[in-house]
């Protein structure tokens, strides 16, 4: 499975970037976006089911972050709004099939991952 990465830029305090990820795999039970600051641990930022595209949100994202599907072109997006540079970090996206709802924020129960895009925040 490859995981593309794309839409990462440098942007101002406020400002907006969105986010690509396409895979070649035509199904995915869950993509996740995750993030790793320097020197800090990658974290959860969002998830979406392909089934019902269920969402899941860090509480620090909660409301400025979306992310969204296009199932016919295999790709998940994350709009960021309203960036704050402690957004600032690489961001990865990454997916698997034996996620389930109490492991869906947990970097461990995602098999596949792509490359990372970097965000850059300014203040």
């Known amino acids: 499975v490859q995981l593309q990465a794309s839409g990462g830029g440098s942007v101002q305090a406020g400002g907006s970037l969105r986010l690509s990820c396409a895979t070649s795999?035509?199904?995915?039970?869950?993509m996740g976006w995750f993030r790793q600051a320097p020197g800090k641990e990658r974290e959860f930022v969002a998830a979406?089911?392909?089934?019902?595209?269920?969402?899941y949100y860090s509480e620090p994202v909660k409301g400025r972050f979306t992310i969204s599907r296009d199932n016919a072109k295999n790709t998940v997006y994350l709009q960021m709004n309203n960036l704050k540079p402690e957004d600032t970090a690489l961001y990865y996206c990454?997916?698997?099939?034996?996620?389930?709802?109490?492991?869906?924020?947990?970097?461990?129960?995602?098999?596949?991952w792509g490359q990372g895009t970097l965000v850059t925040v300014s203040s």
């Open positions: 990454a997916t698997g099939d034996s996620i389930i709802l109490s492991t869906v924020r947990s970097a461990s129960a995602y098999a596949h």
């Open positions: 795999r035509r199904t995915f039970n869950v």
């Open positions: 979406i089911r392909r089934s019902g595209g269920y969402t």
